[in-house]
């Protein structure tokens, strides 16, 4: 198998795996879990009322939502992988909302969004997936705009060995799950994409929240240079 067909095999697994879950995903014991760390990753994204913000991996769009309601002139777009994931988020539209949401189909190596169109970019819990991370990010610094910030949450396995050894177990049991980084790789990662300021804003270990035995948070901010 030649590395086009592996990363489209994962694809396929994503897709197969998310469109599963998007029957029941929010009504998952862990979505609380979900929305808590989406809300700690914009914590750091001081976006304003015209601003545009696309979230990658949005599953079914609670993020999007969210930011929605901070917006007057500006849009929120989201975009997932999995069908599924994109009809539930598109149906959580709330109608006053309407004209301020966009949700698509659409891998994170392969947006389909111009050059600069986004003010902010959001990426959580979902970057582990990413068959080529680097691609993901080269794409994520195409379509942000000059100045524009980048805020990725994911797990990180130095933060803890609990974190280490569920990484192992998933390579081996869910077909989508690619790896999770230390933060010195996502980071190192973040700045060979071409993005400056690459800040890690949070890191640390999580124990009996919101319906989550452990977790391990890192959550990095980088931006996109003015020139």
């Known amino acids: 198998m030649n590395k086009s067909q592996q990363l489209n095999t994962r694809d396929t697994a994503n897709q197969v795996f998310f469109d599963e ?22 914590s750091v994204m001081d976006i ?33 992988i999995s069908t599924g994931m994109v009809e539930r988020a598109i149906k959580n539209i709330p109608g006053e909302l309407s004209n301020r949401v966009s949700f698509r189909q659409a891998s994170a190596e392969y947006i389909p969004y111009p050059n600069s169109d986004f003010d902010y970019i ?28 980048l805020v990725i949450l994911d797990n990180a396995i130095d933060l803890s060995l609990y974190t280490w050894a569920w990484d192992r177990l998933l390579r081996l049991f869910e077909k989508g799950h690619v790896r999770y980084y230390t933060t010195k790789e996502l ?24 319906g989550k035995l452990f977790a391990s948070l890192q959550v990095w901010s980088g931006r996109k240079p003015d020139s």
């Open 48 to 80: 304003k009322p015209d601003n545009r913000v696309l979230d990658v991996g949005c599953g079914t769009g609670y993020a999007v939502i969210e930011i929605a309601r901070r917006l007057d002139q500006g849009k929120a777009y989201g975009i997932d």
């Open 21 to 42: 879950w998007s029957k029941n995903y929010d009504g998952f014991r862990l979505s609380k879990w979900f929305q808590f760390t989406q809300k700690l990753a914009t």
């Open 122 to 149: 959001l990426c959580t819990n979902s970057f582990h997936h990413y068959p080529e991370p680097p691609r993901a990010l080269r794409e994520m610094y195409r379509v942000l705009r000059p100045g524009g910030l």
């Open 187 to 210: 980071g190192e990662m973040i700045s060979k994409a071409g993005f400056k300021d690459v800040s890690l804003r949070y890191g640390k270990n999580s124990f009996m929240k919101h």
